[in-house]
């Protein structure tokens, strides 16, 4: 196909879908690859950075409202985006020209000479375009009131209630805009629809589009600055857009990308990569020419969710006797073992540490529950005691005889594997008995059941340092209920209305207590008019987490990545600072990186 042809997306639906499993960000550790050797800067062809990212290009597809098998990693590297989040709090861009905001609305505008791998403008109708979609496609949920066009470069974001700077900002991290021409039909259609059912029949035709990696490619629909121009099952090679606007900057002429598998240590250790995930302790990097370029306090934590629909579990005690007994160091220790740069959580906020000062404060944090961090044998049976329980011959048994028992969903992966055996270990000596189920394939499918005791998952999959992910209504985050209910429980048994203690760190509620609605607060911070509002939210949703434990956060990831400092640099001047979630990829995806 000639760039610039004229391809609508009903042409698209005819060329068929492509089968297969989608993937969420966040979803994976990242690093993992399979390869068949290769040519980078480490391994042979200087002048080509080479690297692990994302799925195979045959395996994916290119419509962002479409999850199935959307590539959404590789999707990320191959076009410019809008924002990112940044380690201090902070929303910025490399690509837009400006984002104002004023009370509910928020003006953003791009650079005027930009354009798609075919040549066509990037102009103010494609984000239009992407953010009207996203906006009927949830049309119920949505934070927004509408989008408008105020000139070819320029669009107006309103939002439904006033939100504060900062999350009017977010609002834009990790959100794609898309090619008018391809989009154009269901963007008519939705706005033709009179009734909820006529915009429900057109986002059901919408999450069948499909748009196959040679399509996407060969029609020039990417903005990135390197363009794939041969791929296969295992890797892509893709090469520099030379008037692309970011091209200015490196002299990189392309990027061999292998894509996500099982021998990526391999390949690290075999000097075949110019960029890895790495340990600060790895000692193996002595004999390549990868150094640690950076380390930072990342976005995501892992936990366990804890379902209280377990009569035991919906005892405040017990669940706080898991929390004494779980070995948070050995699960760190673990976790370390199975690829990750982690460390125990200290304190049980849920939230990420290292945002505790801005969101919480010393005041608030020092006055907490300050639960074990090594196993605690001795403290989990007062909590058991305490709550009606008694040992038995080595085992614990329930006020009304039952032995306790608890079933664990994890993943197959070491990385969740090792930390789970060594949980589910900790609580067998301690007399609890437990059965691990360990699973691999449509492990998020199996989760959303809802039918385990305790359930790992990540804490968090959008790289956003701020509480409005951690406190997200959801599995990533914690997931309450419906916040429009006010009675009853959610999926997991967790009470839509509540009480907890109105003093701060109190382990008893004493007279009336506090009522609060922890659904209802998720999305109260979503919308939150201030920072204020934002920390006094903050504030009371991390005082509920610590007192009624709806998930333990065991671990915080630390991101150490790896550049192949013998060969290659990143440019000293790099604005915005690149304290993101993948500073190398972000480095070398926007002409940031130069060859030594």
């Not at 209920?481 to 004493?510: F, H, K, N, R, V």
């Amino acid at each position: 196909m000639e760039d610039g042809s004229p391809w609508t997306r009903r042409k698209f639906v005819e060329i068929g879908a492509i089968a297969g499993t989608g993937l969420l960000a966040g979803c994976t550790n990242g690093d993992d690859a399979s390869s068949d050797g290769g040519n980078g800067g480490a391994g042979g062809e200087s002048d080509r950075f080479t690297l692990v990212v994302g799925r195979p290009l045959p395996e994916v597809q290119f419509n962002p409202f479409n999850i199935q098998n959307y590539g959404q990693t590789i999707s990320t590297y191959l076009n410019v985006g809008l924002a990112n989040g940044h380690a201090d709090g902070t929303v910025q861009s490399r690509f837009l020209e400006d984002i104002s905001t004023d009370e509910r609305e928020m003006t953003i505008s791009i650079p005027e000479g930009w354009t798609y791998w075919n040549g066509d403008e990037i102009t103010a109708e494609d984000l239009y375009t992407a953010f009207e979609l996203k906006r009927y496609q949830n049309y119920d949920s949505t934070s927004y009131e509408s989008h408008e066009i105020v000139d070819d470069y320029t669009v107006k974001r309103t939002f439904k209630s006033p939100v504060t700077p900062t999350l009017m900002q977010a609002s834009l991290v990790g959100e794609p805009f898309v090619h008018s021409e391809l989009f154009s039909d269901y963007l008519e259609d939705y706005e033709d629809a009179s009734s909820a059912d006529e915009r429900e029949s057109v986002t059901e035709e919408l999450i069948q589009y499909t748009i196959s990696a040679e399509d996407y490619i060969d029609g020039g629909y990417g903005t990135g600055v390197y363009r794939p121009t041969e791929w296969n099952s295992d890797r892509a090679d893709a090469e520099l857009v030379e008037d692309h606007p970011m091209a200015e900057s490196t002299d990189i002429p392309g990027v061999r990308i292998y894509a996500v598998g099982g021998e990526t240590d391999a390949m690290a250790r075999n000097n075949t990569l110019d960029r890895a995930g790495v340990h600060p302790d790895d000692t193996w990097m002595e004999s390549t020419d990868l150094e640690i370029e950076r380390t930072i306090n990342w976005f995501r934590a892992q936990k366990f969710i804890l379902n209280w629909n377990n009569k035991h579990l919906s005892n405040l005690n017990v669940r706080r006797a898991i929390m004494a007994i779980m070995p948070l160091e050995a699960m760190s220790a673990a976790a370390n073992e199975g690829g990750y740069n982690a460390e125990p959580t200290q304190l049980q906020t849920g939230l990420r540490e290292s945002i505790h000062g801005e969101y919480l404060g010393e005041d608030f944090t020092e006055q907490l529950i300050e639960y074990p961090v090594a196993s605690d044998p001795e403290a989990a049976g007062e909590y058991m005691r305490a709550a009606g329980y008694s040992e038995e011959g080595g085992s614990w048994v329930s006020p009304d005889g039952e032995q306790v028992s608890f079933n664990i969903l994890s993943r197959s992966n070491t990385g969740q594997a090792l930390p789970t055996t060594a949980f589910s270990d900790a609580l067998n000596r301690f007399g609890i008995e437990t059965e691990v189920n360990a699973i691999g394939e449509d492990y998020y499918t199996t989760l959303q059941n809802w039918e385990f005791d305790m359930g790992w998952v990540w804490h968090v999959a959008s790289a956003l340092w701020h509480p409005t992910s951690y406190f997200s209504n959801d599995f990533y985050g914690v997931r309450i209920g419906d916040p429009g209910e006010t009675e009853g429980t959610g999926e997991t048994g967790i009470p839509l209305t509540m009480t907890i203690p109105s003093e701060i760190g109190a382990e008893e509620i004493s007279g009336s207590g506090q009522e609060i609605r922890p659904a209802q607060l998720s999305n109260d911070l979503r919308s939150a008019e201030s920072t204020e509002r934002v920390r006094e939210i903050t504030r009371t949703l991390s005082w509920w987490f610590n007192y009624s434990l709806p998930a333990i956060a065991y671990i915080q990831e630390n991101q150490t990545r790896a550049l192949d400092t013998t060969n290659f640099e990143i440019v000293s001047d790099t604005q915005p600072p690149l304290n993101v979630s993948e500073p190398i990829m972000e480095a070398l995806f926007n002409g940031r990186i130069r060859q030594k």
